[in-house]
């Protein structure tokens, strides 16, 4: 059973640093691009980053160029995002999700980790 | 705002169908049959309905369907049952820089 598990949100002041981690089991993780996704509080999904399966490719959405850095340590079958200068509009839950490259889709999601940017 | 367009909210009755729908561009919805549609329920993780503009994942309920004619793409939901209460997402290949846009989500409500 393909299992995805997010740790690591909390509650953090503007300009602040927070490293979500993603814990993969029941697939074999090191053969699949990863994503993160986010969803602030009552509002829609927005994809944040993509990692390549040995990392080597790495995208992101605008908003958080240079600020977010997606990683993966496939030894660890683990999935990370390290975010700095984070602002208020980063607070969202945000969801680890595998990607099935082919059809261009999120085909497991784990249960999401929330995220606070407050003062 | 959101790259796709969808409806805010839609209902129906228990055994009824309901269309929601998707509206993009030439760059996302209309240029690629990599259309896929979530199910979400509150508090819950985003679950995979359809991908490819109509193909379900196994497991997913012959109940749940997808066409796409242009720029926008459809989720039918026939034989409307209580669970399927939930808000409802699409999402689409896009040619701009972010590879994947979501539409702005439908609550759909069981009557």
């Known amino acids: 059973e393909v299992q995805l598990v997010e740790s690591g949100g909390g509650l953090v002041q503007p300009g602040g640093s927070l490293r979500l981690s993603c814990a993969a089991s029941?697939?074999?993780?090191?053969?699949?691009?990863m994503s993160w996704v986010r969803q602030a509080p009552g509002k829609g999904l927005e994809w944040v980053a993509n990692?390549?399966?040995?990392?080597?490719?790495?995208y992101y959405v605008d908003s958080v160029k240079g600020r977010f850095t997606i990683s993966r340590d496939n030894a660890k079958n683990s999935l990370y995002l390290q975010m700095n200068s984070l602002r208020a509009e980063d607070t969202a839950v945000y969801y680890c999700?595998?990607?099935?490259?082919?059809?261009?889709?999120?085909?497991?999601w784990g249960q999401g980790t929330l995220v606070t940017v407050s003062s | 705002q959101s790259a796709l367009t969808q409806p805010a909210s839609v209902s129906g009755s228990p055994g009824q169908s309901i269309t929601i729908s998707c509206t993009g561009t030439?760059?996302?919805?209309?240029?690629?049959?990599?259309v896929s549609w979530y199910q979400q329920h509150p508090g819950k993780a985003p679950k995979l309905m359809i991908y490819?503009?109509?193909n379900r994942p196994s497991g997913v309920s012959n109940r749940f369907s997808g066409s796409k004619s242009g720029n926008t793409a459809s989720l039918t939901i026939s034989g409307l049952q209580a669970e399927d209460e939930a808000d409802y997402y699409c999402?689409?290949?896009?040619?701009?820089?972010?590879?994947?846009?979501f539409g702005g989500g439908t609550k759909l409500t069981v009557l």
């Open positions: 999700a595998r990607v099935n490259i082919l059809t261009v889709s999120f085909d497991y």
């Open positions: 029941g697939f074999t993780f090191s053969s699949y691009w």
């Open positions: 990692i390549k399966q040995d990392g080597s490719e790495k």
């Open positions: 030439s760059s996302d919805v209309g240029g690629y049959n990599y």
């Open positions: 490819d503009v109509s």
């Open positions: 999402s689409s290949y896009t040619s701009s820089s972010t590879d994947v846009v």
